[in-house]
């Protein structure tokens, strides 16, 4: 009769990591007065799905390269989930980096800020995206979204280039952009819902933005851990978690 092997022995001290260990972005906030931006968990990406089906742009209007607002309300809706399942795991250090965070006024969910680029640890380059819901345009939140945002690249994560596009008939959108200090850099032909379409291209430097004196108050929380999950720590000093 064979005898029945023992059980493995429970490590001696069990490994208890919390949720921001085993994934940093868990606890990255930026905030500024009412405005936040936040890591998007399931919770908030079903929120903002609900957002996005209430529309983001006019019905004769595509300010996206990918026309992901047509469609029914749960298209759009779905949508915004599979999108953002898709692209968490593309978060890194080496490779493609991309990060989603909720955009929150007064603790409701209004949009989503994003950032995204290619070996960002050499590069220190990313490239910004947006949207935020057609109820709360026009409130100036789409200039303090991206301004928080900014201030979390170059002096949370010490990044020395931010760029941006907007297609050219999108006037919101450019004259945000502007207003924000990028300089133009550029203009692209690229396809929109299969027709040419003139995208304007935009670049920020960490000087420029240091060197602008309307600089929002902002409040960094859980950066350091994310500086070093991306393998930023051995770039240009930067201060995190800390109001400046």
Known sequence: ????????????????????????FAGLRVVSDDLELRYLDDDLLFRLAEVAAQGV?????????????????????????TYHWGGRGAVSGTGNTRLELAVLS???????????GTDVAITRTVETGSWLGLAYQGHGIGTRMRRLVLHLLFEGLGLDVAVTTAFADNAPSNGVTRRIGYEPNGVDVVAREGKPALSNRYRLTREAWEAQADRPDVELHGVAPVRSFLGLDAGPSAPSDRAR
């Not at 023992?6 to 490590?11: H, K, R, S």
């Not at 007064?106 to 995204?116: D, H, K, L, S």
């Open 57 to 81: 742009h006019a019905e004769d209007a595509m300010p996206f390269t990918t026309p992901w607002t047509r469609g029914t309300p749960l298209d759009v809706a779905r949508s915004v989930v």
């Open 1 to 24: 009769m064979t005898t029945p092997a023992a059980p493995p022995a429970a490590p001696e001290t069990p490994v208890a990591l919390t949720t921001e260990e085993i994934w940093p």
């Open 106 to 116: 007064a603790g409701e969910p209004v949009g989503i800020q994003g950032f995204f």
